[in-house]
């Protein structure tokens, strides 16, 4: 195996998961003797790191270490690498389920002699990657959200849409004759289809948030509310609401109002 062959296969074969190989097996015949991984604050041997790379095997079952960009001088190796996964366990004195993800940047330079590593000096943005598995801090949550509210009161559909995430779930509940009820499903349903169907038939008179708190991705807001039912012209009676809204990797995944929906019904169904 020439230099080339032995840096691919360090990421494809070592670091990214697959059911083919395993990272020590592929790792002890290419690392040289004397065989050094620094970073910025530590620096391991040939055994740490297989020891190391085993352990992301078994909690990052979906772990995947994909070069961008190698540049070559020598017997020097630079490479750029784009890192993914679910961790699920453990991870960093992080506890994980598996549901989040993280997505990073990792940049290597390996040192390399008649097909084998000499030493790696490396940097990897953990920070980032720690950051997306713990999901937003609770003033970033409420910071989205509000920022969504904002903009819809403005009619500002920009700022709308680029804070609606692709799989962004709409939920509406309660009289079912109420034509826009829900769920809508996806960025492209509640923009073209949810969206000019409730302006269609509801037209919002007061929207008045009286409480809101927030917890990791997740915000609430309780208010009073009225409006006008376009169908009988009729204006409906004040009434509550509460509103749920989850954030994943900072646009909003879920909309869920909730809302006295007879009041809504009574109006609609108005006679006049």
Do not use: C
């Not at 509640?190 to 708190?213: C, R, S, V």
């Amino acid at each position: 195996m020439d230099n080339r062959e032995a840096v691919m296969a360090f990421y494809e074969k070592a670091l990214t998961v697959n059911s083919e190989t395993r990272p020590t097996e592929v790792l002890k015949p290419l690392l040289a003797d004397g065989y050094t991984s620094s970073s910025s604050v530590e620096s391991k041997g040939a055994e740490a790191l297989m020891g190391q790379l085993e352990f992301f095997w078994k909690i990052v079952p979906d772990l995947k270490w994909e070069p961008q960009e190698v540049i070559n001088q020598g017997d020097v190796y630079i490479v750029r690498s784009i890192a993914t996964g679910s961790p699920k366990g453990d991870f960093m004195g992080l506890p994980t389920d598996g549901s989040k993800s993280f997505k990073m940047m990792s940049i290597d330079m390996h040192t390399m002699k008649d097909g084998k590593f000499v030493s790696t000096t490396h940097v990897e943005d953990w920070a980032t990657a720690m950051k997306q598995l713990k999901g937003p801090e609770p003033q970033d949550t409420m910071k989205i959200a509000g920022a969504y509210m904002e903009a819809m009161g403005k009619g500002d559909m920009e700022t709308m849409k680029g804070l609606m995430h692709d799989d962004m779930v709409w939920q509406n509940e309660g009289d079912s004759r109420l034509p826009w009820l829900g769920p809508w499903k996806g960025k492209e349903d509640i923009l073209t289809k949810f969206m000019p169907l409730f302006g269609e038939h509801f037209k919002t008179t007061k929207w008045e948030t009286q409480d809101q708190l927030s917890g990791g991705d997740t915000a609430a807001f309780f208010g009073r509310m009225t409006g006008v039912t376009t169908k009988s012209g009729q204006e409906t009676t004040e009434f509550t609401f509460a509103l749920r809204v989850k954030v994943k990797d900072g646009k909003i995944i879920l909309w869920n109002w909730l809302e006295d929906s007879f009041a809504v019904s009574e109006a609609y169904h108005s006679a006049g």
